[in-house]
């Protein structure tokens, strides 16, 4: 069920296929597991582009990059195959055992196969962070998160993107980095997780995996504005959003009915952002005006049972944790998360916790606000410094007046065509 799409949309629409690096995901053999193996362990490496074409990228000069599949594990556990680039920087940093690893867990891109930040000239988040990371010499392996990119299984079933699903997200990212190293023994054993909203959930998730399932070399993780606990924040955020975790849910729990809190109007609109591979900028004109949920719907059993296995914060985690918010998220309130941040420390008191806010700075905005900061964290884990035991917070105040800053991204990567478009 699909409803009429605004003209703004399908703009949008026109303008996202034309930032697809390697065409429709369905049509590009290396997106395809068929004769693949379907059993293989998680953290197995399915397949690898080991040189991709670049030119088909926008990517930052002295840089390249690789494509991989490999095996994950969904929210409930079952094996998914999951795709993944990494980029390479010129001359990497290097510890004793080879080039040093981020594995980088990247914000919404939207719900559906072709949101694969792998197949988008950009990667997604280009400057925000992936290009910042590499151009500091750090290769940078990057999941696309099941359901995005590798649509099927071996066995021909459909892969949904269990949106928000963060245990599930850590898994990716996690295998992500286990596969890489397969792939390219050249790379180290060590390594630091960085995320931001979803993936900043994603990474703090992958602190408290590290608590139950030790993978050796992980170092560390630096979540950014990340999704705690989705219910507790406000709306229409917390509407829309949870919107969009329904097909995830449907995986998750076969007795939920999405119909129990979607109204006729919802389901249609999220059936047109899986039809149409809307990402969530391209579909906010939708979202974000329409009554998508019924009344109550906050108390749906199956809906509550999913966001307390979901939530990250005030559960046990493992190896030390930089995170960072801005004071002015328009998406998700710094208080929720400065609570979430405050019960995590209390349970894991043996554990170095380090919460810094930044005024002023948007969702997006943090990214550069912080930048400086967790480079800086990075590299102090990779050269063994020690971090103090237990939670510091801090708040950095802007140099200038806060209405004086660029508040959010005002502009856009093009891919040059021809030589005088490039300085």
Same mark, same amino acid.
């Given at each position: 069920?699909?409803?009429?799409?605004?003209?703004?949309?399908?703009?949008?629409?026109?303008?996202?296929?034309?930032?697809?690096?390697?065409?429709?995901?369905?049509?590009?053999?290396?997106?395809?597991?068929?004769?693949?193996?379907?059993?293989?362990?998680?953290?197995?490496?399915?397949?690898?582009?080991?040189?991709?074409?670049?030119?088909?990228?926008?990517?930052?000069?002295?840089?390249?990059?690789?494509?991989?599949?490999?095996?994950?594990?969904?929210?409930?556990?079952?094996?998914?195959?999951?795709?993944?680039?990494?980029?390479?920087?010129?001359?990497?940093?290097?510890?004793?055992?080879?080039?040093?690893?981020?594995?980088? &867990?990247?914000?919404?891109?939207?719900?559906?196969?072709?949101?694969?930040?792998?197949?988008?000239?950009?990667?997604?988040? +280009?400057?925000?962070?992936?290009?910042?990371?590499?151009?500091?010499?750090?290769?940078?392996?990057?999941?696309?998160?099941?359901?995005?990119?590798?649509?099927?299984?071996?066995?021909?079933?459909?892969?949904? !993107?269990?949106?928000?699903?963060?245990?599930?997200? &850590?898994?990716?990212?996690?295998?992500?980095?286990?596969?890489?190293?397969?792939?390219?023994?050249?790379?180290?054993?060590?390594?630091?997780?960085?995320?931001?909203?979803?993936?900043?959930?994603?990474?703090? &998730?992958?602190?408290?995996?590290?608590?139950?399932?030790?993978?050796?070399?992980?170092?560390?993780?630096?979540?950014?504005?990340?999704?705690?606990?989705?219910?507790?924040?406000?709306?229409?955020?917390?509407?829309?959003?949870?919107?969009?975790?329904?097909?995830?849910?449907?995986?998750?729990?076969?007795?939920?009915?999405?119909?129990?809190?979607?109204?006729?109007?919802?389901?249609?609109?999220?059936?047109?952002?899986?039809?149409? !591979?809307?990402?969530?900028?391209?579909?906010?004109?939708?979202?974000?005006?329409?009554?998508?949920?019924?009344?109550?719907?906050?108390?749906?059993?199956?809906?509550?049972?999913?966001?307390?296995?979901?939530?990250?914060?005030?559960?046990?985690?493992?190896?030390?944790?930089?995170?960072? +918010?801005?004071?002015?998220?328009?998406?998700?309130?710094?208080?929720?998360?400065?609570?979430?941040?405050?019960?995590?420390?209390?349970?894991?008191?043996?554990?170095?916790?380090?919460?810094?806010?930044?005024?002023?700075?948007?969702?997006?905005?943090?990214?550069?606000?912080?930048?400086?900061?967790?480079?800086?964290?990075?590299?102090?884990?990779?050269?063994?410094?020690?971090?103090?035991?237990?939670?510091?917070?801090?708040?950095?105040?802007?140099?200038?007046?806060?209405?004086?800053?660029?508040?959010?991204?005002?502009?856009?990567?093009?891919?040059?065509?021809?030589? !005088?478009?490039?300085?």
């Amino acid at each position: 069920m699909t409803t009429s799409l605004p003209e703004e949309v399908v703009q949008a629409i026109e303008f996202e296929k034309s930032q697809w690096a390697t065409g429709s995901v369905y049509e590009d053999p290396f997106y395809s597991v068929e004769g693949l193996d379907a059993s293989a362990r998680p953290g197995a490496l399915l397949k690898v582009e080991k040189t991709s074409d670049v030119s088909l990228y926008s990517i930052p000069a002295a840089t390249t990059l690789s494509r991989f599949v490999y095996q994950s594990k969904t929210f409930s556990g079952s094996l998914v195959p999951v795709s993944a680039y990494v980029l390479w920087p010129s001359s990497p940093r290097t510890s004793p055992d080879g080039f040093q690893v981020v594995a980088w &867990a990247h914000g919404t891109s939207g719900i559906s196969a072709e949101n694969a930040p792998s197949h988008t000239k950009n990667l997604w988040q +280009h400057f925000l962070a992936p290009y910042q990371l590499v151009c500091q010499g750090y290769v940078v392996v990057a999941t696309d998160y099941a359901g995005l990119g590798v649509s099927k299984t071996a066995d021909g079933k459909s892969i949904v !993107h269990e949106y928000l699903a963060l245990p599930a997200h &850590a898994n990716d990212v996690v295998y992500s980095v286990l596969a890489a190293q397969e792939a390219f023994p050249e790379l180290s054993r060590s390594w630091v997780a960085v995320g931001h909203s979803q993936g900043g959930g994603a990474t703090l &998730a992958v602190a408290q995996r590290q608590a139950k399932d030790h993978i050796p070399g992980y170092l560390g993780a630096v979540p950014i504005s990340p999704v705690t606990r989705l219910m507790d924040e406000a709306d229409p955020a917390r509407t829309v959003v949870t919107s969009l975790m329904v097909p995830g849910i449907q995986a998750a729990f076969p007795g939920f009915n999405a119909d129990d809190i979607l109204t006729e109007r919802g389901k249609e609109i999220l059936g047109s952002v899986r039809k149409y !591979h809307l990402t969530l900028g391209a579909s906010t004109p939708m979202l974000f005006t329409a009554d998508l949920m019924k009344s109550g719907w906050h108390n749906n059993s199956f809906l509550s049972t999913h966001q307390d296995t979901i939530q990250t914060g005030g559960k046990p985690v493992a190896g030390p944790l930089l995170i960072i +918010h801005g004071q002015c998220d328009e998406l998700l309130s710094p208080d929720k998360l400065t609570s979430a941040v405050k019960k995590t420390a209390e349970m894991n008191t043996n554990a170095s916790i380090k919460y810094i806010q930044f005024e002023g700075a948007s969702h997006n905005g943090t990214l550069p606000a912080s930048q400086w900061m967790w480079m800086d964290w990075i590299a102090d884990r990779f050269k063994g410094v020690d971090q103090k035991k237990g939670l510091v917070c801090e708040v950095r105040k802007t140099a200038k007046s806060v209405d004086s800053y660029q508040r959010n991204l005002n502009w856009w990567l093009k891919h040059a065509k021809a030589y !005088h478009e490039t300085p």
